[in-house]
C-alpha cells in the first residue's frame, strides 16, 4: 500500500534537497572560503561532528585521499581523551553540527580554548543561533551558516547532511568543482526511482549498505538512517566491498536487503562486479539493490564523493517509507521514550584543564 508521506517533515526535507543545493549554490562565496584556507597552509585538515556530522567527515576524507593531509576526527573522540588529540596540534578544525548545540559540539569548543586555542576553525552548521555559529575563538576562524530550510526539524538529519557534506567538498576540492545544480537535477530525477523502488519492498528485519571509498562511509550513514527512523527495528550493517567478505558477511540471512552503492572508479568497479556475482550465487533468497552515478545522471557526476549525497537519498526514501509502514512518527521514532532526542541531551561535559 502507497502511504502519503507529505505529512512527514522529514520526507518533505527529503524532497527539499534540489531546491536548497541550487539556492544555496548561489549564496555561499566558496571562492572566498578556499582563499581563506589556502591563505592558512594548514598542515592538516580535522573535519569534525557527532553522529551523522562525523560521517560527513568520513566522507570527506576518503574522498579526498590522495590529495592533502585530510582527517576525519570525531569530536566524540576528542571530548573524551582531548589530550590524546590538541597537545601541540594547530590544525584547521572544520567542524560541522546541525544544531551546533549538541554537547560534543560545546566539548570540542572548550578543548580548543584550553589546549589550542590559536588553531584556525571553520564552523559548518545549520542553526545560526547555536554555539557552533556564535561562539569565537581566539585564532583564525569563518562560520558558515546553511540556509534556514537545511536546519531539519525532524528527528534524522537529512537535508542537513547533505548540504554541510557538499559545501565543504566544494571548499576542500582542489580543483573547485561545485556541481550543485548537476547533483540537484541528479536527485529531482532520482527521488521518483527511490519512491517506486521503496513501494515495491518489505521492510527487512536485517539490512546491508556497502560500498567503496566514500560510499563505504555513504554506506555509514545510511544504516544509521534506517536503524533510526525505524527505532531499532530493522537492524543494519555497513562495510566497505572487501572488507565484506572479512566476517561481516555473516550477518546476512535469508530475506536480509543488500544496497550497494556503486563506484564510479574502474578498478572499484571490478571488485564491486565481483561480490554481486557472488551475492546473487550465494544469497538467492535475498534482495540486491545497486544504486550508482550511472542510474541517475550518467556523466554529469564525476566522482564518487559528489555522488554520496545522491546515494544517501535512497536511504533515507527507505527508511521514511518502512518507519511509516512500521506505524512510527517518522518525524520523532522515539516519541515517548526518553532515550533518543533530536539534539543529543545527557552528557555531561568535564573540564579540560590545559
Same mark, same amino acid.
Given at each position: 500500500?502507497?502511504?502519503?508521506?507529505?505529512?512527514?517533515?522529514?520526507?518533505?526535507?527529503?524532497?527539499?534537497?534540489?531546491?536548497?543545493?541550487?539556492?544555496?549554490?548561489?549564496?555561499?562565496?566558496?571562492?572566498?572560503?578556499?582563499?581563506?584556507?589556502?591563505?592558512?597552509?594548514?598542515?592538516?585538515?580535522?573535519?569534525?561532528?557527532?553522529?551523522?556530522?562525523?560521517?560527513?567527515?568520513?566522507?570527506?576524507?576518503?574522498?579526498?585521499?590522495?590529495?592533502?593531509?585530510?582527517? $576525519?576526527?570525531?569530536?566524540?573522540?576528542?571530548?573524551?581523551?582531548?589530550?590524546?588529540?590538541?597537545?601541540?596540534?594547530?590544525?584547521?578544525?572544520?567542524?560541522?553540527?546541525?544544531?551546533?548545540?549538541?554537547?560534543?559540539?560545546?566539548?570540542?569548543?572548550?578543548?580548543?580554548?584550553?589546549?589550542?586555542?590559536?588553531?584556525?576553525?571553520?564552523?559548518?552548521?545549520?542553526?545560526?543561533?547555536?554555539?557552533?555559529?556564535?561562539?569565537?575563538?581566539?585564532?583564525?576562524?569563518?562560520?558558515?551558516?546553511?540556509?534556514?530550510?537545511?536546519?531539519?526539524?525532524?528527528?534524522?538529519?537529512?537535508? $542537513?547532511?547533505?548540504?554541510?557534506?557538499?559545501?565543504?567538498?566544494?571548499?576542500?576540492?582542489?580543483?573547485?568543482?561545485?556541481?550543485?545544480?548537476?547533483?540537484?537535477?541528479?536527485?529531482?530525477?532520482?527521488?521518483?526511482?527511490?519512491?517506486?523502488?521503496?513501494?515495491?519492498?518489505?521492510?527487512?528485519?536485517?539490512?546491508?549498505?556497502?560500498?567503496?571509498?566514500?560510499?563505504?562511509?555513504?554506506?555509514?550513514?545510511?544504516?544509521?538512517?534506517?536503524?533510526?527512523?525505524?527505532?531499532?527495528?530493522?537492524?543494519?550493517?555497513?562495510?566497505?566491498?572487501?572488507?565484506?567478505?572479512?566476517?561481516?558477511?555473516?550477518?546476512?540471512?535469508?530475506?536480509?536487503?543488500?544496497?550497494?552503492?556503486?563506484?564510479?572508479?574502474?578498478?572499484?568497479?571490478?571488485?564491486?562486479?565481483?561480490?554481486?556475482?557472488?551475492?546473487?550465487?550465494?544469497?538467492?533468497?535475498?534482495?540486491?539493490?545497486?544504486?550508482?552515478?550511472?542510474?541517475?545522471?550518467?556523466?554529469?557526476?564525476? $566522482?564518487?564523493?559528489? $555522488?554520496?549525497?545522491?546515494?544517501?537519498?535512497?536511504?533515507?526514501?527507505?527508511?521514511?517509507?518502512?518507519?511509516?509502514?512500521?506505524?512510527?512518527?517518522?518525524?520523532?521514532?522515539?516519541?515517548?521514550?526518553?532515550?533518543?532526542?533530536?539534539?543529543?541531551?545527557?552528557?555531561?561535559?568535564?573540564?579540560?584543564?590545559?
Amino acid at each position: 500500500m502507497t502511504h502519503d508521506l507529505d505529512k512527514w517533515a522529514t520526507w518533505r526535507e527529503i524532497h527539499a534537497q534540489p531546491a536548497i543545493w541550487r539556492d544555496w549554490a548561489g549564496q555561499v562565496d566558496v571562492v572566498e572560503l578556499r582563499a581563506w584556507v589556502a591563505g592558512l597552509g594548514p598542515r592538516e585538515v580535522w573535519f569534525c561532528g557527532a553522529g551523522s556530522s562525523s560521517y560527513i567527515g568520513d566522507i570527506l576524507a576518503a574522498g579526498l585521499q590522495g590529495l592533502g593531509a585530510f582527517r $576525519s576526527v570525531p569530536t566524540t573522540e576528542i571530548v573524551s581523551r582531548p589530550h590524546a588529540f590538541l597537545r601541540g596540534s594547530t590544525p584547521l578544525v572544520v567542524q560541522f553540527g546541525r544544531s551546533g548545540d549538541s554537547a560534543e559540539t560545546i566539548g570540542l569548543l572548550d578543548a580548543l580554548d584550553a589546549l589550542a586555542p590559536h588553531a584556525p576553525r571553520l564552523n559548518i552548521t545549520c542553526n545560526s543561533h547555536g554555539a557552533l555559529a556564535t561562539r569565537k575563538g581566539k585564532g583564525e576562524g569563518r562560520t558558515v551558516v546553511l540556509p534556514p530550510e537545511a536546519h531539519d526539524a525532524g528527528f534524522a538529519m537529512t537535508s $542537513s547532511v547533505s548540504t554541510m557534506l557538499m559545501t565543504a567538498a566544494a571548499i576542500f576540492t582542489p580543483d573547485g568543482t561545485t556541481p550543485f545544480a548537476p547533483l540537484a537535477d541528479a536527485l529531482d530525477k532520482a527521488l521518483p526511482q527511490f519512491r517506486a523502488l521503496a513501494d515495491q519492498t518489505v521492510a527487512p528485519e536485517r539490512i546491508v549498505f556497502l560500498g567503496t571509498g566514500p560510499l563505504a562511509f555513504a554506506a555509514r550513514e545510511a544504516a544509521l538512517k534506517v536503524m533510526e527512523l525505524a527505532a531499532g527495528q530493522i537492524s543494519p550493517l555497513w562495510e566497505s566491498i572487501l572488507g565484506f567478505r572479512h566476517g561481516p558477511k555473516s550477518f546476512v540471512l535469508p530475506g536480509t536487503h543488500i544496497v550497494l552503492f556503486s563506484s564510479q572508479n574502474d578498478h572499484a568497479a571490478h571488485y564491486e562486479a565481483d561480490l554481486v556475482v557472488e551475492l546473487g550465487d550465494q544469497f538467492p533468497d535475498c534482495l540486491l539493490t545497486v544504486i550508482g552515478a550511472d542510474q541517475f545522471n550518467p556523466g554529469a557526476i564525476a $566522482s564518487d564523493l559528489w $555522488s554520496a549525497p545522491v546515494c544517501l537519498a535512497f536511504a533515507q526514501v527507505l527508511a521514511v517509507v518502512w518507519s511509516d509502514r512500521l506505524g512510527l512518527n517518522v518525524d520523532n521514532p522515539f516519541a515517548g521514550r526518553g532515550t533518543l532526542t533530536r539534539v543529543v541531551s545527557g552528557v555531561k561535559l568535564y573540564p579540560v584543564n590545559p
